[in-house]
Structures are given as structure tokens and as C-alpha cells.
């Protein structure tokens, strides 16, 4: 039990020192990496609720596949370096910005308080069973399944139709 | 710490010195079947029939000068070949190569022959080689050269691309098996129809077969479909600019993913570690012989097939693999739907 609770403090500084470097960075490349090891910490965290096929799901999908297309945009467009930004001051949108990021941060603060109050009660659900997930995904959410990837089939027609020259 | 455990870091630490002897046994068995193919004698000086050139291979490596290009970006330029070695290695970790065995009754409890046993352990496989793309696209960024940039860039093209008809052959196998564990994927392989067939993936799953090798070969970046290190084109692809032991890494990665993809195709299609003659306990052996036959396949291949074109490469992976993978799963659904 003990090495759990160890798990979960280090993997969860992980996600945080990783989330918040990849603000932080002036390098666009470097943000994309930490980027990936902040959902390589958020799958070890899947782990340890007993989702397994969710943590791999998340490095396949958001780790491989999302994040390698993310590489790719950055090093194709060869996105300069950032120029070092003030915190306060700069133009109108960086303010609101700013003020944006504090309302959220405060708005997570308070949720959070508030489920410490509630607490996570009782066994966790078994959810590594592939059987059950694809049971749930096509009866009890299958119009939303459905939709979603005749959305993503428009998505990839738009791309294509939109990124093909016109002859 | 009881037996049990110390049997498993031993199992251990011997896959990890397999995995890194099999790329030098498979240093040596290109060159000599290149050769062969060749006519020619093939590495015969170092030691007896050759033998050790491998070693000399890595001696001569280690000797020689790391050289990093004055505009390369030095941490990612350091990393990236570790990445790739270190992603090769971890993909073998779920992968079972033998039933429960006690070691010819030098363990008290039996172990099972594989470092871990993950419910998911074909998904992990392929979590595990997505994340070999990053070392090539990372290298090829690094290094600051056009020949690395689109070296890297169409290998990892090239990969994504294949990762699709791979993970639709593998599907096929998982709905036949009703698991994602390759340990029960092995299992379900064992026996015979009829008495004489191996009750074997790879015959009713035979485009499966194809697909997955198809896909495998080009997973790995081989001949024919080489083109990271089509030399005429693109100088060395993403490793261009890397020398010494860096340089060794990506060749170390290289091999171990080829060991990797027929250990799993061996699990997948060719019945594992279950034949006849042998009992279960000593089921490994086979396991090596199949896996063995894969490999020298890979060889052979690339001794004898001239590269594709990159564009062709593309048509093939897109218009004729995928869509076949499609249809295999669909009709391997039908079937297993029908079966119940």
C-alpha cells in the first residue's frame, strides 16, 4: 500500500514539473517532449487506479500518435524561439490571459476542496477488462461513439479536400 | 527475498543479455548470409568461422571519436539514440518466449519464461514501439542536417503509416484469441487439428501473416522497405550525423526491434513455444527455432529484394496493405461472430 501512495507523489510531481516546465520552455521542441512526459506520468497514474488498458490507450493515442504529429507541425514549421514574455504588462490579450489562468486556478482550488470533503470512497472499479469497455462503448454510449467517428471522418475529408491544389 | 524473486531478476538480467547478444548473433549471420548470397567468404579472421567479429565490431565502435555537429541541439542529439535502444529493449518485456518450467528441477515453484505478464500485453507493445519513433524523429531534428530531417521524417512517415495494417492484423488475432495477452494468445495455439495441423494462427490467419511481416519488415526500417538509409538519396537517413557508440545504438536498436517483431510473430501466428517432439518445459527451444527462422527470412529479404520507391512504399502501405488489414478483420469478425 505504502509503495502505492509513493507511486502516486512521484508520478504526480512528474505530471506537474513537466506541465508547468512545458509553459515554462522558450523552445517549442522541448515543450512538445515534456509534453509527453507528462502523459507518460498521467498513464503511470492510470496504472495505479487499476486501468491499465486506459494507460496504454493514453501513451498510444496522446503519447504516440497525437504527440508525434504535434513534433512534426513544430519541426516542419520551424517555430522560433519564444521571446521572454513578462508576466504582467504586454498586450491587451496577455492580460486577459493572465487574468483567464487565475480565475481557472482558483476555480480548481475550490473544486478540489470541495472534493476533499466528498473523499474517494470504497473499491476502485476493475476497469482493465477490454471486454467491458467495448460492451459500454457500443450499447450504453453508442450514439456517441457513433457520432464521434463520423465526426473525425469529416475532420479527415476537410483536411484532405482542404489541403488538396486546386487543378 | 525468496526464490522466486531472485529467479525472475535473473530471468532478467538473461533476457537483457540475450536481447543484446542476438543483435551481435545478428551482425554476424547478415554479413555471412550476405555473403553467401553474395558468393562470397563473408567475415572469417576474427576468431574461429568469424565468430567474434561482432565484438571486434563493438571494440572498433567504442574506439572511435563521438562527433557532434557544432549546430546540433546537444541534449536531444545525446538522447535520442538512447531512446530508441531503450524503447527496443522495453518491448521485449512483455513478450512470453516459454510455458512454466522449473529449469530442469533447479527451482522449487516454476516460472514462467517472459519478464512480465500484462493483461495488455499486445497494446504495450505497440505503446512501446510508438515511442521508438520519437528517438528517430528526434534524432533527425537534432542533428541540424537536411539528410537526417527528411530521414527521420520518412521513417517515422513510414512507420505511422505501417502501424495501421500492423494493429489491424494483430486485432484480428486478439478477437480470435478473445484476449490481449499474448500468454493466452499462445495458449489458445496449442494442440492440432485433425491431429496433424498445429493448431497455428498462421493458417486460417495467413493474410494476417502477411500483413503483420509486411508491416514488421517495415516497422523496422529493412530492406525492401529501407528508405530512412536509402544511401543514394539521403546519405545515412537519421543517423547521418552520429558516430562511435551513438551510432552503435541505433544499429542495437535496430536488431533488437528485428528480434522483437519475430518473437512476437512467433507468439502471434506461429504457435509460440508449443510443437511436437519436445515437452512444454523445453518448449523454448522451439520458440527459438521459429523466431530463428523469422530472422534469417528478414536477411534473406534484404539480400534479395531491391528497395521500393518512397512513393511506392506509401501506395502499398495505403492503398493495398491497409485495406486488405480491413477486410482480413472484417472477415475474421464474420467468422468468429458465426462460430460464436
Not at chain 2, 488475432?173 to 497455428?200: C, E, F, K, N, T
Not at chain 2, 533488437?256 to 518445459?281: Q, R
Request: proline share 4%; aromatic share 14%; charged share 10%.
Amino acid at each position: 500500500m505504502a509503495m502505492d501512495v509513493y507511486l502516486f507523489y512521484l508520478l504526480g510531481a512528474v505530471a506537474i514539473a513537466a506541465s508547468v516546465l512545458v509553459v515554462g520552455q522558450r523552445n517549442p521542441m522541448y515543450s512538445v517532449l515534456l509534453l509527453i512526459v507528462s502523459f507518460m506520468a498521467l498513464a503511470g497514474l492510470y496504472v495505479l487506479l487499476n486501468a491499465p488498458f486506459l494507460a496504454v490507450t493514453q501513451i498510444i493515442i496522446y503519447g504516440g500518435a497525437i504527440m508525434v504529429l504535434f513534433l512534426f507541425v513544430v519541426m516542419l514549421l520551424n517555430v522560433p524561439r519564444e521571446d521572454p514574455a513578462r508576466l504582467f504588462g504586454g498586450s491587451g490579450t496577455r492580460r486577459f490571459g493572465v487574468a483567464l489562468a487565475v480565475a481557472l486556478a482558483i476555480e480548481l482550488t475550490w473544486a478540489l476542496r470541495r472534493l476533499g470533503a466528498i473523499g474517494l470512497r470504497g473499491e476502485l472499479p476493475d476497469v482493465s477488462s477490454v471486454r467491458l469497455i467495448g460492451r459500454v462503448l457500443f450499447t450504453d454510449y453508442r450514439f456517441a461513439f457513433e457520432a464521434t467517428s463520423v465526426l473525425i471522418l469529416v475532420a479527415l475529408v476537410g483536411a484532405i479536400v482542404m489541403a488538396r491544389k486546386e487543378s | 527475498m525468496n526464490a522466486s524473486v531472485i529467479a525472475h531478476l535473473v530471468l532478467i538480467l538473461v533476457v537483457f543479455t540475450c536481447l543484446l547478444l542476438s543483435a551481435a548473433a545478428m551482425v554476424y549471420m547478415e554479413r555471412k548470409v550476405a555473403a553467401a548470397l553474395q558468393q562470397r567468404y563473408g567475415p572469417y579472421l576474427v576468431g574461429p568461422k568469424g565468430l567474434m567479429q561482432p565484438f571486434a565490431d563493438v571494440i572498433k565502435l567504442m574506439f572511435k571519436e563521438e562527433l557532434r555537429p557544432k549546430a546540433s541541439d546537444a541534449l536531444l542529439f545525446a538522447i535520442a539514440p538512447m531512446l530508441s535502444a531503450a524503447a527496443a529493449f522495453a518491448a521485449f518485456a512483455v513478450v512470453p518466449f516459454g510455458a512454466e518450467t522449473t529449469l530442469f528441477g533447479l527451482l522449487r515453484e516454476p516460472i514462467e519464461l517472459g519478464v512480465a505478464d500484462v493483461n495488455v500485453a499486445l497494446l504495450v507493445i505497440f505503446a512501446v514501439t510508438s515511442m521508438g519513433i520519437y528517438g528517430i524523429v528526434l534524432a533527425g531534428w537534432s542533428s541540424n542536417s537536411k539528410y537526417s530531417l527528411l530521414g527521420a521524417l520518412r521513417s517515422s512517415a513510414q512507420m505511422i503509416s505501417y502501424e495501421l495494417s500492423y494493429g489491424l492484423a494483430i486485432a484480428a488475432i486478439v478477437m480470435m484469441a478473445g484476449s490481449l495477452s499474448l500468454r493466452q494468445v499462445v495458449d489458445g495455439q496449442a494442440g492440432y487439428w485433425l491431429h496433424v495441423i498445429p493448431r497455428w494462427n498462421v493458417f486460417p490467419q495467413i493474410v494476417g501473416f502477411f500483413i503483420f511481416m509486411c508491416a514488421g519488415v517495415a516497422e523496422t526500417n529493412r530492406a525492401p522497405f529501407d528508405f530512412p538509409e536509402a544511401e543514394q538519396e539521403l546519405v545515412a537517413g537519421y543517423h547521418t550525423e552520429y558516430s562511435s557508440m551513438s551510432f552503435a545504438m541505433f544499429f542495437l536498436a535496430e536488431y533488437i526491434n528485428m528480434v522483437t517483431v519475430s518473437a512476437v510473430a512467433t507468439d502471434l501466428y506461429l504457435g509460440g513455444w508449443h510443437g511436437p517432439f519436445l515437452p512444454l518445459s523445453l518448449g523454448w527451444l522451439w520458440f527459438l527455432a521459429k523466431a530463428f527462422v523469422l530472422l534469417f527470412f528478414y536477411v534473406w529479404m534484404r539480400w534479395t529484394l531491391p528497395r521500393y520507391r518512397y512513393d511506392q512504399l506509401m501506395a502499398f502501405g495505403w492503398k493495398f496493405l491497409l485495406p486488405l488489414a480491413v477486410v482480413n478483420l472484417l472477415v475474421t469478425a464474420g467468422v468468429v461472430v458465426y462460430l460464436g
